[in-house]
């Protein structure tokens, strides 16, 4: 299996300069290469491991717990305008 | 619609759910906050929060899901759907992949056919699940960038999936407005679009009947109300026949509808084939969900609106047109419960509620349950037609000054001297006036014209400034004629 | 007396402070970090005039006596930056406390210097640090270990009495062990995971870092407990750790796994690591070798799941809310260079695999057959415990090496083998030291044990170390 870097760089959002995508490319393949043992060991009926304990049904009660953090949140904010979060325009109105 | 084909429609419905509080955090979930108000720093998806269940959300899924016919889980797990979009703070959703709350069920709805008989269809509903809800992207009248507010990020969706069972807008309206009464019934959502609380998509494709392999579909997102989703499947239809007539190939993709244009559009943005790399949330444990509970809360499911009605028609006569109406919102038929609950005749009830009574309160654009007239005072209203206190062209009248001054039709009539006139010999009086002032309708009478009679009640009750019992002066009239 | 205060334990501080004042303390750690902290750069943000503590309209216990916590970077507090040492975090301040910060305050404690890391815990020499490396304060040119290298190495230098980390696949117990200190990793639940900036979050657990076992338990005295806010916190009765501490390990039955004994494993840690097992059965305790064996595939399996939950919490991090962002004027391209720019190498490299062993196509080969053979790492465990009450073995296979040595990822990440077996099984561990080698670097001894039973680990540890009184101290504290 090798490691499609440029996809999968794409789907985590990370650009890669051309010496990173060759350097990464070759770490992440040989990282895959040994990570293959695992399909040597024979998993057959075996639950996958999720939660190292078996907790069930945690839950809250349906309560409003009012903790206001937009000020703080919005003064360290990378952009904002008014109450808002500032992105550059997002585009996906019809054509 | 080209006779050839048919059209394959499935819907999927988001509503939220009417809980106080979000779905993983105890941000409030009321509508109309000030921009990122609403919000805690779970909700945000701030580095190191963690979300908890909310118990009640839980309920209401499961409460919908047997009111829909689902299968309920035993066994539940929430997943993480990624996605990168400035109106998802943690750049996944908490969603529900392979194992949700509520498996298969249905939904019948009523359609009226061609003919006018009554057609009754049973849709599959594929899944409805638990998921939290991206917050709300702000572009208009903004040139350099977008806005984003998460008072709705975390909000607690349910979304239900329909079965590719649907074949035409009416049906997918009927669809809607089935599901809309049901879980308004359950009080599950208060399924208000304008606020968003219920948002629909629509996937559509077409294929020729007999066929039975499925057209490529294209899915339609922002519709706005269920007229919109009825009247974008019709074009998504006629537009994809069309191209399959000219011998093209229908493109996979998402189109918005444009409520104004009338038509659906390509998304401009390029979409990227998705791949959600779900998993389940190391941060939120598995749910399971014993009998005793889903005992307990069927127990709490009230009479949903086919069973209700039916109970109309069985026990107020009314017919199923005038039946379903009251039944489709949920608070109306509460309303027309509570008028007759006074001994009001029920069919002079649900016709002065459906007519006079939803007339002006559309136009004043008041919800039936913060109507000014009451269910008391309108049922004042009619019991004053009922014992023939008034006519009910005089109530016509009184109604609005009801609304205007909050006061009871007795009061107002009293005021007024609206009092119905049943003094015969009043009337008689009157009605001699007017036979010899009108002595051609007369003759027109008497040479077989039998219609000529109302228009000298007309006189009459013209005369008595409509105060006159309309009956007793037909009476008296024809009695007088003959 | 006054001049050394800085060389206090916790306990002592706590005892010192209640005697007198915490003023005293507070001053000798400021001038200790100002003399020290140039060399070795653990500490990563220090305010001299700011000491954090306890709303004052809350009720708050005098336990800790205002006595001051060092903590890790990846712990939110309230109002005060915190970057897990990235870039991409730069600037970023958390509206909130995490539920240990406010643990701290509520038991009377302060917090002062918060402690260089890997970025974002992804390490094991605390070089990945966007902010410059740490140094090994027992040699400079060494690492201190990583990922919670700057809380070990704050401790090791008498920076701090006492200070918080945080382990996913060995970050307390690596460092503990290269720099000499004590380091608990509690069992998965054990301590609430809110506010802890998440790297694995199926085995992220926050811990102590401290100068001796005593300060481990009573610093978990404060942390350890349910919270209502974390899911996957297990509400089990927390014992008083402090209580239990005795000098007794009589028939306590103790496991050398024989999978940790490999080629690979530097002779100077065997033989110390064996000769602390030999002190134990001198103490009373019996001595057998077992099998954990999927040991092997320990590495492989952490390397997916871990990276896995790390790429999904890391997809947060995209210049929309906080920290940096880079200035462009298309949407795509602020998350493409916010996070080229925002991330180093390191998280880089975990990020794209822990994306592609979720990728369509490729999830049932690695991720999932990853969570299953860590099933069967846990019945190991499992297994392990029915025959033994705990498990002994090196904490890792070397003592510090030299900045810059490990410049092949896959060699760093083996370097963590011995400790990323507790972490898939959720089991609690400490490594404290048991020796020096010859080039006078510290050796870890790690103990495992069974969920839950911290109190067992703390006791044997506790027995160990009065019986061995090691004396040796790092270079630059003797310096300094």
Same mark, same amino acid.
């Given at each position: 299996?090798?490691?499609?870097?440029?996809?999968?760089?794409?789907?985590?959002?990370?650009?890669?300069?051309?010496?990173?995508?060759?350097?990464? =490319?070759?770490?992440?393949?040989?990282?895959?290469?040994?990570?293959?043992?695992? =399909?040597?060991?024979?998993?057959? =009926?075996?639950?996958?491991?999720?939660?190292?304990?078996?907790?069930?049904?945690?839950?809250?009660?349906?309560?409003?717990?009012?903790?206001?953090?937009?000020?703080?949140?919005?003064?360290?904010?990378?952009?904002?305008?008014?109450?808002?979060?500032?992105?550059?325009?997002?585009?996906?109105?019809?054509? | 619609?080209?006779?050839?084909?048919?059209?394959?429609?499935?819907?999927?419905?988001?509503?939220?759910?009417?809980?106080?509080?979000?779905?993983?955090?105890?941000?409030?979930?009321?509508?109309?906050?000030?921009?990122?108000?609403?919000?805690?720093?779970?909700?945000?998806?701030?580095?190191?929060?963690?979300?908890?269940?909310?118990?009640?959300?839980?309920?209401?899924?499961?409460?919908?899901?047997?009111?829909?016919?689902?299968?309920?889980?035993?066994?539940?797990?929430?997943?993480?759907?990624?996605?990168?979009?400035?109106?998802?703070?943690?750049?996944?959703?908490?969603?529900?992949?392979?194992?949700?709350?509520?498996?298969?069920?249905?939904?019948?709805?009523?359609?009226?056919?061609?003919?006018?008989?009554?057609?009754?269809?049973?849709?599959?509903?594929?899944?409805?699940?638990?998921?939290?809800?991206?917050?709300?992207?702000?572009?208009?009248?903004?040139?350099?960038?977008?806005?984003?507010?998460?008072?709705?990020?975390?909000?607690?969706?349910?979304?239900?999936?329909?079965?590719?069972?649907?074949?035409?807008?009416?049906?997918?309206?009927?669809?809607?407005?089935?599901?809309?009464?049901?879980?308004?019934?359950?009080?599950?959502?208060?399924?208000?679009?304008?606020?968003?609380?219920?948002?629909?998509?629509?996937?559509?494709?077409?294929?020729?009947?007999?066929?039975?392999?499925?057209?490529?579909?294209?899915? /339609?997102?922002?519709?706005?109300?269920?007229?919109?989703?009825?009247?974008?499947?019709?074009?998504?239809?006629?537009?994809?026949?069309?191209?399959?007539?000219?011998?093209?190939?229908?493109?996979?993709?998402?189109?918005?509808?444009?409520?104004?244009?009338?038509?659906?559009?390509?998304?401009?943005?390029?979409?990227?084939?998705?791949?959600?790399?779900?998993?389940?949330?190391?941060?939120?444990?598995?749910?399971?969900?014993?009998?005793?509970?889903?005992?307990?809360?069927?127990?709490?499911?009230?009479?949903?609106?086919?069973?209700?009605?039916?109970?109309?028609?069985?026990?107020?006569?009314?017919?199923?047109?005038?039946?379903?109406?009251?039944?489709?919102?949920?608070?109306?038929?509460?309303?027309?419960?509570?008028?007759?609950?006074?001994?009001?005749?029920?069919?002079?009830?649900?016709?002065?509620?459906?007519?006079?009574?939803?007339?002006?309160?559309?136009?004043?654009?008041?919800?039936?349950?913060?109507?000014?007239?009451?269910?008391?005072?309108?049922?004042?209203?009619?019991?004053?037609?009922?014992?023939?206190?008034?006519?009910?062209?005089?109530?016509?009248?009184?109604?609005?000054?009801?609304?205007?001054?909050?006061?009871?039709?007795?009061? /107002?009539?009293?005021?007024?001297?609206?009092?119905?006139?049943?003094?015969?010999?009043?009337?008689?009086?009157?009605?001699?006036?007017?036979?010899?002032?009108?002595?051609?309708?007369?003759?027109?009478?008497?040479?077989?014209?039998?219609?000529?009679?109302?228009?000298?009640?007309?006189?009459?009750?013209?005369?008595?400034?409509?105060?006159?019992?309309?009956?007793?002066?037909?009476?008296?009239?024809?009695?007088?004629?003959? | 007396?006054?001049?050394?205060?800085?060389?206090?334990?916790?306990?002592?501080?706590?005892?010192?402070?209640?005697?007198?004042?915490?003023?005293?303390?507070?001053?000798?750690?400021?001038?200790?970090?100002?003399?020290?902290?140039?060399?070795?750069?653990?500490?990563?943000?220090?305010?001299?005039?700011?000491?954090?503590?306890?709303?004052?309209?809350?009720?708050?216990?005098?336990?800790?006596?205002?006595?001051?916590?060092?903590?890790?970077?990846?712990?939110?507090?309230?109002?005060?930056?915190?970057?897990?040492?990235?870039? $991409?975090?730069?600037?970023?301040?958390?509206?909130?406390?995490?539920?240990?910060?406010?643990?701290?305050?509520?038991?009377?404690?302060?917090?002062?210097?918060?402690?260089?890391?890997?970025?974002?815990?992804?390490?094991?020499?605390?070089?990945?640090?966007?902010?410059?490396?740490?140094?090994?304060?027992?040699?400079?040119?060494?690492?201190?270990?990583?990922?919670?290298?700057?809380?070990?190495?704050?401790?090791?230098?008498?920076?701090?009495?006492?200070?918080?980390?945080?382990?996913?696949?060995?970050?307390?117990?690596?460092?503990?062990?290269?720099?000499?200190?004590?380091?608990?990793?509690?069992?998965?639940?054990?301590?609430?995971?809110?506010?802890?900036?998440?790297?694995?979050?199926?085995?992220?657990?926050?811990?102590?870092?401290?100068?001796?076992?005593?300060?481990?338990?009573?610093?978990?005295?404060?942390?350890?407990?349910?919270?209502?806010?974390?899911?996957?916190?297990?509400?089990?009765?927390?014992?008083?750790?402090?209580?239990?501490?005795?000098?007794?390990?009589?028939?306590?039955?103790?496991?050398?796994?024989?999978?940790?004994?490999?080629?690979?494993?530097?002779?100077? $840690?065997?033989?110390?690591?064996?000769?602390?097992?030999?002190?134990?059965?001198?103490?009373?305790?019996? $001595?057998?070798?077992?099998?954990?064996?999927?040991?092997?595939?320990?590495?492989?399996?952490?390397? $997916?799941?871990?990276?896995?939950?790390?790429?999904?919490?890391?997809?947060?991090?995209?210049?929309?809310?906080?920290?940096?962002?880079?200035?462009?004027?298309?949407?795509?391209?602020?998350?493409?260079?916010?996070?080229?720019?925002?991330?180093?190498?390191?998280?880089?490299?975990?990020?794209?695999?822990?994306?592609?062993?979720?990728?369509?196509?490729?999830?049932?080969?690695?991720?999932?057959?990853?969570?299953?053979?860590?099933?069967?790492?846990?019945?190991?465990?499992?297994?392990?415990?029915?025959?033994?009450?705990?498990?002994?073995?090196?904490?890792?296979?070397?003592?510090?090496?030299?900045?810059?040595?490990?410049?092949?990822?896959?060699?760093?990440?083996?370097?963590?083998?011995?400790?990323?077996?507790?972490?898939?099984?959720?089991?609690?561990?400490?490594?404290?030291?048991?020796?020096?080698?010859?080039?006078?670097?510290?050796?870890?001894?790690?103990?495992?044990?069974?969920?839950?039973?911290?109190?067992?680990?703390?006791?044997?540890?506790?027995?160990?170390?009065?019986?061995?009184?090691?004396?040796?101290?790092?270079?630059?504290?003797?310096?300094?």
């Amino acid at each position: 299996m090798s490691f499609e870097i440029e996809k999968i760089a794409q789907l985590a959002r990370i650009k890669l300069s051309e010496e990173e995508t060759q350097k990464l =490319g070759s770490d992440l393949n040989a990282i895959l290469q040994y990570i293959e043992q695992l =399909g040597r060991i024979p998993t057959d =009926g075996v639950e996958p491991t999720s939660h190292v304990f078996n907790l069930e049904n945690v839950f809250r009660k349906d309560e409003v717990k009012p903790v206001n953090v937009r000020d703080k949140a919005l003064e360290h904010a990378p952009l904002r305008e008014s109450f808002f979060f500032k992105v550059p325009k997002v585009v996906d109105k019809e054509s | 619609m080209n006779q050839k084909y048919e059209a394959v429609i499935g819907l999927e419905v988001h509503v939220q759910l009417a809980t106080q509080s979000k779905l993983f955090s105890g941000a409030p979930t009321h509508f109309g906050a000030e921009p990122n108000s609403n919000t805690t720093p779970i909700c945000m998806g701030w580095p190191g929060t963690l979300p908890v269940l909310n118990e009640a959300a839980l309920k209401l899924a499961i409460k919908a899901g047997l009111a829909l016919n689902c299968r309920i889980a035993e066994r539940l797990k929430f997943d993480r759907k990624h996605y990168f979009y400035p109106d998802l703070p943690k750049a996944y959703q908490i969603s529900q992949y392979d194992m949700p709350v509520n498996g298969k069920g249905s939904l019948t709805i009523e359609l009226e056919d061609e003919q006018g008989g009554l057609q009754i269809r049973e849709i599959g509903i594929t899944r409805a699940h638990l998921e939290e809800d991206a917050g709300k992207l702000l572009h208009e009248g903004i040139k350099d960038g977008s806005l984003v507010d998460y008072n709705r990020a975390g909000m607690p969706l349910l979304e239900i999936v329909s079965e590719p069972d649907i074949r035409t807008p009416a049906e997918a309206y009927a669809y809607l407005t089935a599901l809309k009464a049901i879980l308004q019934y359950l009080e599950v959502s208060d399924c208000n679009m304008e606020e968003g609380s219920l948002r629909c998509d629509a996937n559509v494709s077409v294929r020729l009947i007999g066929e039975t392999k499925f057209g490529t579909k294209t899915e /339609i997102k922002n519709l706005n109300s269920f007229k919109a989703v009825q009247k974008a499947i019709q074009y998504e239809i006629d537009r994809q026949i069309e191209i399959v007539e000219g011998g093209d190939r229908v493109v996979q993709e998402t189109r918005l509808w444009n409520d104004v244009k009338s038509q659906t559009f390509a998304m401009r943005s390029k979409e990227e084939a998705h791949d959600y790399r779900y998993f389940p949330d190391p941060d939120l444990v598995p749910f399971t969900i014993d009998r005793e509970t889903v005992e307990e809360i069927q127990k709490s499911i009230p009479e949903l609106p086919a069973a209700r009605t039916q109970r109309f028609m069985k026990e107020c006569g009314l017919s199923r047109y005038d039946a379903s109406v009251l039944v489709g919102d949920k608070k109306l038929g509460d309303y027309f419960e509570a008028v007759i609950a006074t001994g009001a005749d029920s069919k002079l009830a649900s016709n002065w509620i459906q007519s006079e009574l939803l007339a002006i309160l559309n136009e004043r654009k008041i919800p039936i349950e913060n109507s000014p007239v009451g269910a008391d005072a309108l049922a004042g209203l009619i019991s004053l037609i009922q014992k023939n206190t008034i006519s009910g062209k005089i109530a016509k009248d009184v109604l609005p000054m009801m609304f205007e001054t909050g006061k009871t039709a007795e009061v /107002i009539v009293k005021e007024k001297g609206l009092v119905q006139v049943t003094d015969t010999k009043l009337i008689e009086e009157v009605a001699d006036r007017v036979l010899a002032a009108n002595p051609k309708v007369v003759a027109d009478f008497r040479a077989g014209k039998g219609q000529a009679v109302g228009f000298l009640v007309g006189q009459v009750m013209k005369e008595t400034k409509g105060k006159a019992n309309p009956k007793i002066v037909n009476e008296i009239l024809t009695q007088k004629l003959s | 007396m006054t001049d050394d205060l800085y060389k206090l334990t916790l306990t002592e501080a706590v005892r010192f402070a209640g005697e007198n004042s915490a003023a005293p303390l507070l001053d000798a750690l400021r001038d200790r970090v100002a003399a020290v902290n140039p060399k070795i750069n653990a500490i990563l943000r220090f305010d001299p005039k700011r000491v954090i503590q306890a709303d004052p309209r809350e009720t708050v216990s005098t336990g800790l006596n205002g006595v001051p916590v060092a903590i890790k970077d990846n712990i939110c507090i309230d109002g005060v930056e915190t970057t897990c040492a990235s870039k $991409i975090l730069k600037g970023h301040i958390p509206p909130y406390h995490a539920a240990v910060i406010q643990k701290i305050l509520a038991s009377g404690g302060t917090l002062f210097g918060q402690c260089n890391m890997d970025e974002f815990a992804f390490g094991s020499s605390s070089e990945t640090s966007a902010y410059g490396l740490v140094r090994n304060p027992w040699n400079t040119e060494c690492v201190p270990g990583g990922s919670s290298g700057g809380s070990a190495a704050a401790v090791a230098s008498d920076m701090a009495f006492a200070a918080l980390g945080s382990d996913t696949g060995g970050s307390i117990r690596q460092p503990a062990a290269f720099c000499g200190v004590v380091g608990l990793k509690p069992t998965y639940g054990r301590v609430s995971r809110y506010g802890l900036i998440a790297f694995g979050s199926s085995f992220d657990q926050i811990g102590p870092l401290t100068k001796n076992v005593e300060d481990a338990a009573l610093l978990m005295n404060v942390i350890a407990g349910h919270d209502p806010m974390d899911s996957t916190s297990v509400n089990v009765p927390v014992p008083d750790y402090v209580k239990g501490l005795k000098r007794d390990v009589k028939g306590l039955r103790i496991g050398l796994p024989e999978e940790f004994f490999i080629e690979g494993l530097d002779g100077e $840690i065997e033989k110390s690591v064996r000769q602390a097992a030999e002190t134990l059965k001198r103490l009373g305790a019996e $001595i057998k070798t077992i099998q954990l064996p999927h040991t092997p595939q320990s590495v492989a399996v952490y390397y $997916i799941v871990a990276v896995a939950e790390a790429s999904s919490n890391l997809g947060r991090f995209d210049g929309v809310r906080y920290g940096f962002r880079a200035d462009t004027r298309d949407l795509k391209d602020m998350y493409l260079q916010t996070r080229e720019q925002g991330f180093g190498a390191e998280a880089k490299r975990r990020i794209l695999l822990g994306t592609f062993v979720l990728s369509s196509g490729y999830y049932d080969a690695y991720y999932l057959k990853g969570q299953k053979v860590r099933t069967l790492i846990r019945h190991d465990f499992a297994k392990a415990f029915e025959e033994v009450d705990l498990i002994l073995s090196p904490t890792a296979p070397t003592a510090a090496f030299k900045i810059g040595e490990k410049t092949d990822p896959l060699s760093m990440y083996l370097s963590d083998i011995f400790t990323i077996p507790a972490n898939l099984a959720g089991v609690p561990a400490i490594s404290l030291p048991c020796g020096v080698t010859s080039e006078g670097l510290p050796i870890g001894l790690q103990l495992m044990g069974r969920h839950f039973e911290e109190e067992t680990l703390l006791r044997a540890a506790y027995t160990f170390e009065k019986e061995i009184q090691l004396k040796q101290k790092p270079q630059v504290v003797s310096a300094g």
